[in-house]
């Protein structure tokens, strides 16, 4: 069985595909266009050109309709491009006629959907023995349904987006021995888990807050600049795969502070499950900080989604400060004095963003910074002392010493 190798040589080219429905505007697929762009650029790939069609639902033999397919292949071979990736999972089904569609003996066009993406984007940024070992196991199951499709496929492809992993040494196309591979890397899994519990347990009696929220907010910045040290941050999603935690002093007061993956929507369920573990270190904590990006037109959407994934893996009623970072980067578009049009939230500015529902978030604490310009900083560890001291006078009372400044 093959371990995880990213051998990307050359910047591939793509076009990305996805559908108008009753439940997905056309403007909202042009948000999932640009993080799907990101995506791939993320792993490497140029973007060539975007394709979509209104639909009540997504064909059955191959996601869009027939005209539309012939209009992409066309596309596809008079501009060379190497892969399709279409926005939502494509069933083992459509991923066979897609296959079958665009492959002849001499052109060989790889298709992806935003699952297979997401895999490959973390098979090259796993870093650990556990990270490698989650994600080996996430591509696996998502890989097992689609065997008989892609294996002599995958055999054949070395390298490139989409075929970091297992597909890029020989394997049998026998089902029984890619089951066999899933169970002893879950083994894996469970000895790593059984070693970063007694890690979290040996930790002692300090207060842990966990750094949350959706991927490229920030958090590692965050957490370089809090606790002084230099985590790896990048303009690219999923930046960070492993969990980073380091011990940080406020005035007299210690705490663990980690730095976890970022969420993102559509995040294959392979992948949340094979890195519960990692995530445990959300669930276990006492306090949580979900970093949003107030720069970005769709924040709120983000919001949401960290919300609803941190509700899945048991993390949804931790006590939580909300921190609205990228205040630098905010940009609003005023309306002229004649326009009575009514105001977008594009109009509205920050001082005005600062009094709405962000504001007023019940028993969370609610802040503005900039990590990269270091504003409003005093303030949020003045906000962090504080509810990391109420946290640990609840806990041990009788240690009135530490709270004596």
């Not at 009540?56 to 012939?70: E, L, N, W, Y």
């Not at 089904?93 to 003996?105: H, M």
């Not at 802040?367 to 990269?372: D, E």
Request: aromatic share 8%; proline share 3%; glycine share 4%.
């Amino acid at each position: 069985m093959g371990k995880l190798i990213s051998t990307t040589k050359k910047q591939e080219t793509c076009v990305l595909v996805g559908l108008v429905t009753r439940k997905q505007s056309r403007e909202q697929l042009e948000e999932y266009f640009d993080e799907l762009a990101f995506l791939a650029e993320t792993a490497e790939a140029n973007c060539l050109r975007r394709f979509w069609q209104s639909l009540d639902h997504p064909d059955t033999r191959s996601f869009v309709g027939a005209g539309k397919i012939q209009e992409i292949k066309e596309f596809v071979y008079e501009h060379e491009v190497d892969m399709v990736i279409f926005d939502d999972e494509l069933s083992p089904s459509q991923l066979r006629n897609l296959e079958n569609i665009f492959n002849t003996e001499d052109k060989k066009i790889k298709i992806l959907d935003r699952n297979n993406l997401i895999l490959d984007i973390f098979a090259s940024r796993a870093r650990t023995a556990n990270a490698k070992t989650q994600v080996e196991l996430a591509q696996y199951e998502y890989l097992l349904p689609r065997l008989t499709r892609m294996w002599s496929h995958l055999e054949r492809q070395k390298g490139g987006i989409g075929m970091r992993g297992p597909g890029e040494q020989e394997i049998e196309t026998d089902r029984r021995i890619v089951r066999d591979r899933i169970n002893r890397l879950k083994k894996e899994l469970e000895v790593i888990d059984r070693q970063k519990s007694t890690q979290r347990s040996n930790r002692g009696a300090m207060v842990r807050v966990s750094l949350v929220g959706y991927t490229n907010v920030g958090k590692s910045t965050l957490m370089n600049l809090l606790s002084k040290s230099e985590v790896f941050a990048e303009n690219k999603l999923f930046a960070t795969l492993d969990t980073t935690v380091r011990k940080v002093v406020l005035h007299n007061l210690p705490f663990l502070l980690s730095d976890t993956v970022g969420f993102i929507r559509k995040l294959p369920h392979q992948l949340i499950e094979s890195f519960k573990s990692t995530l445990d270190e959300v669930r276990e904590s006492d306090l949580l900080v979900h970093v949003v990006d107030i720069s970005h037109p769709h924040f709120e959407d983000h919001f949401n989604v960290v919300n609803e994934t941190l509700r899945e893996i048991g993390g949804g009623d931790k006590p939580t400060i909300l921190l609205f970072n990228k205040i630098d980067a905010f940009r609003h578009v005023p309306k002229a004095e004649d326009d009575l049009t009514p105001s977008t939230k594009e109009n509205v500015t920050l001082e005005e963003l600062q009094q709405t529902w962000m504001a007023r978030m019940g028993e969370h604490d609610v802040l503005f910074i900039s990590a990269a310009e270091r504003k409003n900083i005093d303030r949020l560890r003045e906000t962090l002392y504080e509810r990391i001291r109420q946290i640990h006078i609840t806990r041990y009372p009788n240690n009135d010493f530490l709270y004596d400044l």
